[in-house]
Nanobody
Framework: QVQLVESGGGLVQPGGSLRLSCAASGFAFSLYVMSWYRQAPGKERELVAAIGSSGSTNYADSVKGRFTISRDNAKNTVYLQMNSLKPEDTAVYYC?????????WGQGTQVTVSS
């Protein structure tokens, strides 16, 4: 079955960095677009970044220039490098894949940016 397992979240000070990982299994990872979403308390879930099978990327305007999405098809893993973190980046971050037959989400990892 499809599984997405996020890791790497935590507490970081403003201006700091974190790298999130999402380990995938149960589908042909290299063929699909992988996405990172986030949901802050009281807000709707929003797209942060996505990476296509060819490596093409897109980002939310709020994270452009600070976050970088990448993938390692040999490890079936997608990453989100987050630099210059701000308090408004505080949220639960989720990994998502939409396969040919369904959409799957990970369990999420909490990122808290606070001094």
């Amino acid at each position: 079955q499809v599984q997405l397992v996020e890791s790497g979240g935590g507490l970081v000070q403003p201006g700091g960095s974190l790298r999130l990982s999402c380990a995938a299994s149960g589908f042909a990872f290299s063929l699909y677009v992988m996405s990172w979403y986030r949901q802050a308390p009281g807000k709707e879930r929003e797209l942060v970044a996505a990476i296509g099978s060819s490596g093409s990327t897109n980002y939310a305007d709020s994270v452009k220039g600070r976050f970088t999405i990448s993938r390692d098809n040999a490890k079936n893993t997608v990453y989100l490098q987050m630099n210059s973190l701000k308090p408004e980046d505080t949220a639960v971050y989720y990994c998502k894949v939409r396969t040919s037959w369904n959409e799957y989400w990970g369990q999420g990892t909490q990122v808290t940016v606070s001094s």
